[in-house]
């Protein structure tokens, strides 16, 4: 069946570090994968889309990658700031565009 | 701010009562989802809307759950017979026909007693 995994654990980092989350996907051959960012009891945020025939996107201090032969999209936040500190959410849309998610990385950045 | 809009934001109520909950997504947006997230997890969906018409329900969607977007704008979706394991947030979710980007709403946080 179709599975996204994301790290489940938090990632923990400096103020002024690069975060790296992973989303890894199976069987599923996506056109396109998002991210969001949820914050504690609120909806998700779009933050960046990338297309397969993409391999980076970047907006500003974000970058994301997608790598359809590993099946993998890394998500970058460079010079992170505790204003960073949230779950982010890696989603691939189905033929019927309804958005199927991973269970999220939380990831903390200390001052 | 004109983006999508949910209420009410918290509801509690006993087992076996009927909850219902209200989304009004971004005017123009005739694409309109509703999802379900448990704690650790991410969202899941349950049913969307093109216009007043309900295209797909997700196994998730028992007979309990009902969706209704009468007129193509706001959609209400109301749980029957409420039972501990309906507790989560719900959330509402809109687009534009063939737009990749949902947004979202703040969500409604059911706690059934």
């Known amino acids: 069946s179709q599975k996204i995994e994301q790290n489940s654990e938090a990632l923990n980092i400096q103020e002024g570090k690069t975060a790296t989350l992973t989303c890894n996907y199976t069987n599923y051959s996506p056109a396109y994968l998002q991210w969001y960012r949820q914050d504690p009891g609120r909806g998700p945020v779009f933050l960046l889309l990338i297309r397969e025939n993409e391999k980076e996107k970047r907006k500003e201090r974000l970058k994301v990658t997608f790598d359809t032969t590993l099946k993998q999209s890394l998500f970058h936040i460079t010079a992170s700031q505790p204003a960073d500190s949230a779950t982010y959410l890696c989603?691939?849309?189905?033929?019927?565009?309804?958005?199927?998610f991973g269970s999220g990385t939380r990831l903390l950045v200390r001052p | 701010d004109t983006g999508v809009s949910q209420d009410p934001r918290h509801k509690i109520t006993k087992r076996g009562q009927n909850v219902t909950f209200r989304c009004d997504p971004i005017?123009?947006?005739?694409?309109l989802y509703w999802y379900r997230q448990t704690l650790g997890q991410g969202p899941e969906f349950l049913t969307y809307?093109?216009?007043?018409?309900?295209?797909?329900k997700s196994r998730l969607l028992s007979d309990r759950f009902s969706a209704e977007r009468p007129k193509g704008s706001f959609s209400t979706l109301e749980i029957q017979r409420t039972e501990q394991g309906d507790s989560a947030m719900y959330l509402c979710?809109?687009?534009?026909?063939?737009?990749?980007?949902?947004?979202f709403g703040p969500g409604t946080r059911l706690l059934v007693l």
């Open positions: 005017s123009e947006h005739n694409r």
């Open positions: 809307f093109q216009n007043e018409a309900q295209l797909e």
């Open positions: 989603a691939l849309m189905d033929s019927s565009y309804k958005l199927i």
């Open positions: 979710a809109s687009s534009l026909d063939g737009e990749e980007t949902q947004y």
